[in-house]
């Protein structure tokens, strides 16, 4: 499975932008990013996804690289509901048996 | 619309014991999965089932198993249980269907503790 990495934590100030980073140099070309995030005693919750084009929800704006070998998971203004662990995911094949990493411990001062 | 149900939130058992936990999907989801997380080895998959059939499965030995039933409503069972299989089990559910990428949505879990 390709592998993913990421920084183990990051901080941001409240009401500031915040851009986690993933690598996943080895993604094949059908592989879909996901980001999923988990808040202290609750399960991950869905963030967004792509393939290849960049991708904005009403959470977050995902940007991927050119050549796929990377993205970028953006915050527009942190909120301290935003601490949390973010999982940058790579999907194979349509399958729902996610890989999770150790992930980005995000954060968030007042 | 409810969320994903995971019971029992809690639970104790002891070693060599067995432990069956439930999920329930949201309402119209098909495919049903199962992670298991622990602090040293964070979310490990363990299966997932569509319409009543394992899909796949992750690295975990046999004592792990589960199954679906046609309401799509889950168990996963664990047998002879160890101290190691203390930890959060998770189910997720999701739409799956064909080549669906959509999100995966996860229950609050159920924490077993192995004494």
């Known amino acids: 499975d390709a592998k993913t990495t990421q920084p183990n934590s990051m901080e941001s100030n409240e009401e500031e932008p915040v851009h986690l980073p993933c690598n996943h140099s080895t993604i094949s070309g059908t592989d879909y990013i996901h980001w999923y995030r988990q808040l202290p005693s609750q399960g991950p919750e869905y963030v967004i996804h792509g393939l290849t084009s960049n991708v904005n929800n009403r959470m977050a704006s995902l940007a991927i690289a050119e050549d796929r070998k990377s993205s970028t998971l953006i915050l527009h203004r942190a909120t301290l509901r935003d601490a949390a662990v973010y999982y940058c995911?790579?999907?194979?094949?349509?399958?729902?048996?996610?890989?999770f990493g150790p992930g980005t411990r995000l954060s968030v001062l007042p | 619309k409810a969320g994903v149900t995971q019971t029992p939130r809690y639970l104790i058992k002891t070693r060599g014991q067995q432990v069956t936990l439930s999920c329930s999907p949201i309402?119209?989801?098909?495919?049903v999965s199962w992670y298991q997380q622990t602090p040293g080895q964070g979310l490990q998959f363990l299966f997932e089932y569509f319409s009543e059939t394992q899909r796949n499965k992750g690295n975990f030995p046999g004592r792990f198993s589960g199954r679906q039933f046609s309401n799509s409503r889950s168990e996963m069972n664990v047998s002879t249980l160890e101290l190691g299989d203390s930890a959060l089990y998770l189910c997720a559910s999701s739409l799956r269907q064909g080549t669906n990428t959509g999100e995966l949505f996860f229950g609050e879990g159920s924490r077993l503790t192995v004494l």
């Open positions: 309402s119209g989801h098909r495919s």
């Open positions: 995911i790579l999907q194979h094949n349509y399958g729902q048996n996610f890989v």
